[in-house]
């Protein structure tokens, strides 16, 4: 049991280039969510997706586009990367009912030169 | 619109020492669930401590205990015996009961243990 995990750990990109964050899960939620950390910032929601076959904007989700592949697998996508998206990422899945504790992947962290 | 604050972005405590982290949140929803999430240098964030507002009693994990005051809606974390390892970030986080909703965070407080 893996719980969350995410690749790739480490990236660099060039401004206006593009990559997918993958993000999958093998607890069978129904729930699971994008957030970037930037200092002093906390956590803040990208996008989630309530359970399968459905997305909705978080927080700050210009310049981000997600895909909820299947139940196991939620990606965030950046068409044109910009300095402003230089940040941690994580993935975060949960139960949609009763219980909304999330369960947090390792982090992927992004610099856009 | 609901909110978490933390006023503290760092703290410090001696190795063996108590320290205690404050938290408050704004809400107008009476069922919700208050957690406590630990990121170490690792980055992987670590679930804590969770309390539900629907109960009295203060959640308790180990050397880890909350002061929840739900009136003046309150939620400070207790570390107890502090160790080397206990040094990282600590989030405070609110989120609704029974909703398939995000998890609202505060902006952290970075705890340095000192030897």
């Known amino acids: 049991n893996a719980g969350v995990t995410q690749t790739p750990k480490f990236q660099v990109l060039k401004t206006g280039q593009s990559m997918t964050l993958q993000c999958a899960q093998d607890m069978n939620h129904n729930s699971m969510y994008w957030y970037r950390q930037d200092p002093g910032m906390g956590l803040r929601l990208i996008y989630y997706?309530?359970?399968?076959?459905?997305?909705d904007k978080g927080e700050v989700p210009n310049g981000y586009n997600v895909s909820r592949l299947n139940k196991r697998e939620f990606s965030l996508r950046l068409e044109s990367a910009a300095p402003s998206q230089t940040s941690v990422y994580f993935c975060?899945?949960?139960?949609?009912?009763?219980?909304?504790?999330?369960?947090f992947g390792p982090g992927t962290r992004l610099t856009v030169l | 619109a609901q909110t978490v604050t933390q006023s503290q972005p760092e703290m410090s405590v001696q190795e063996a020492e108590t320290v205690t982290l404050s938290c408050t949140y704004d809400t107008s929803e009476s069922d919700y669930y208050l957690f406590w999430y630990k990121q170490p240098p690792s980055r992987q964030m670590i679930l804590v401590i969770r309390?539900?507002?629907?109960?009295?009693q203060n959640a308790t994990e180990n050397r880890f205990s909350v002061n929840f005051q739900k009136a003046a809606k309150s939620f400070s974390l207790k570390i107890s015996d502090s160790q080397l390892g206990d040094a990282a970030m600590y989030f405070c986080?609110?989120?609704?009961?029974?909703?398939?909703?995000?998890?609202?965070f505060g902006k952290g407080t970075r705890l340095h243990i000192l030897p």
């Open positions: 975060a899945s949960s139960e949609s009912w009763g219980d909304n504790e999330q369960f």
């Open positions: 309390q539900e507002a629907y109960k009295q």
């Open positions: 986080a609110y989120t609704y009961m029974n909703r398939d909703d995000k998890i609202i």
């Open positions: 997706s309530a359970s399968e076959g459905t997305t």
